[in-house]
């Protein structure tokens, strides 16, 4: 069945450090992919998103790539801020319009 | 934001008793899901609503019941808590659109002693 696979956390890093999350996904068909986040305390929001093979989702210095010969859609940024310590979320679409999101991966940024 | 409000946003119960968790929102989006946030698990769904009156069962939905009569408003019920329904519950909205993108109220926490 339709599913995704993050890497565990905590993600642990310095400030101005570079961050990959990783991101499998199984599913039927063509999906869309997400990166959603989750701030302390708060609902999740959409971070970026692709929605064909070899799109890249971009948004506050975060990229991913839809990698469809991987099934993969990894969370990239080149310098992590304190302000980015959050969880973050893979999904994807799925059947009647619903999202299969992954476990979830805590990042902390430290000064 | 899409206007999501939930409520209410802190509830403590005892187990067998009954619990309605109540999704508003404004933004007049056809679908409503209720997910459940737990360690180790991600989100997960547990039931939503294709419009008024038509809802259907997500991954884990044994022990609740949802309910749609109005567009902008969306019941959870717990018929009979039980404390491994303690979670963090979120109701999410979407257009439908094959954007497959959602937003989220602020999470109802619910703790079932």
């Not at chain 1, 565990?8 to 599913?27: D, M, Q």
């Not at chain 2, 508003?24 to 294709?50: A, C, F, K």
């Not at chain 2, 009569?69 to 909205?93: I, N």
Request: glycine share 10%.
């Amino acid at each position: 069945g339709d599913s995704v696979t993050q890497m565990e956390g905590p993600v642990t890093l310095s400030e101005e450090a570079c961050l990959t999350i990783n991101c499998t996904y199984t599913a039927t068909g063509y999906p869309s992919l997400f990166w959603y986040v989750q701030y302390p305390g708060e609902g999740l929001q959409l971070l970026l998103k692709a929605t064909k093979a070899d799109d890249k989702g971009s948004n506050k210095g975060f990229e991913a790539t839809y990698r469809k010969e991987t099934t993969s859609f990894h969370l990239e940024k080149g310098s992590v801020q304190v302000s980015d310590s959050a969880v973050y979320f893979c999904a994807h679409t799925g059947t009647a319009s619903k999202l299969t999101f992954g476990t979830g991966t805590r990042l902390q940024v430290t000064l | 934001d899409a206007g999501i409000t939930q409520s209410p946003r802190h509830k403590v119960t005892e187990t067998g008793t009954p619990v309605t968790l109540r999704c508003h929102q404004t933004e007049n989006h056809r679908y409503m899901y209720w997910y459940r946030q737990d360690p180790g698990h991600g989100l997960r769904l547990i039931h939503y609503s294709y419009g008024v009156k038509d809802t259907d069962k997500g991954e884990v939905s044994d022990g609740y019941s949802v309910s749609r009569s109005k567009t902008e408003d969306f019941l959870l019920t717990l018929e009979s808590a039980t404390s491994s329904q303690t979670s963090v519950y979120f109701c999410a909205t979407g257009t439908g659109a094959d954007t497959g993108e959602l937003f989220f109220g602020e999470g109802s926490r619910l703790t079932v002693l």
